[in-house]
């Protein structure tokens, strides 16, 4: 007899979003389809911001890195989406900011270097 064994935190959390998407076994709506779109988007996001965060604070990477200010353009542009579907206006202003300073950045490097 196999003992089944616990799920993750983020399997369960997927689990409870796909299983919102489905009413009755009908199709999803467009909206519950994007809300979790846009949230897996998120924590993509999420994700490599906070990984390049590390990147730079344990001095693995330079912040004038061309691939920690991609990473952080990218993660804000992802996290950008989801905040934005979810009408978060501060958390959107934050995350366009934070894209602004990474393609200036990128700019102000590539410039420098030719």
């Known amino acids: 007899m196999l003992i089944p ?3 993750a935190p983020v399997a369960q959390w997927i689990e409870q979003e796909c299983s919102k998407l489905k009413v009755g076994g009908s199709t999803p709506s467009r909206r519950a389809q994007m809300q979790f779109i846009t949230q897996i988007f ?3 996001g999420t994700l490599v911001i906070i990984i ?3 990147l730079v604070s344990y001095k693995k990477v330079d912040g004038t890195n061309k691939y920690y200010q991609m990473m952080n353009l990218f993660g804000a542009v992802c996290v950008g989406l ?3 579907q979810q009408k978060a206006w501060p ?3 934050l995350q366009i900011v934070w894209g602004i300073i990474a393609i200036s950045s990128l700019l102000t490097n590539k ?4």
């Open 111 to 114: 410039k420098g270097k030719n």
């Open 91 to 93: 958390a959107l202003t």
């Open 82 to 84: 989801n905040v934005f």
């Open 42 to 44: 998120g924590w993509i």
């Open 52 to 54: 390049a965060y590390l």
């Open 5 to 7: 064994l616990p799920k």
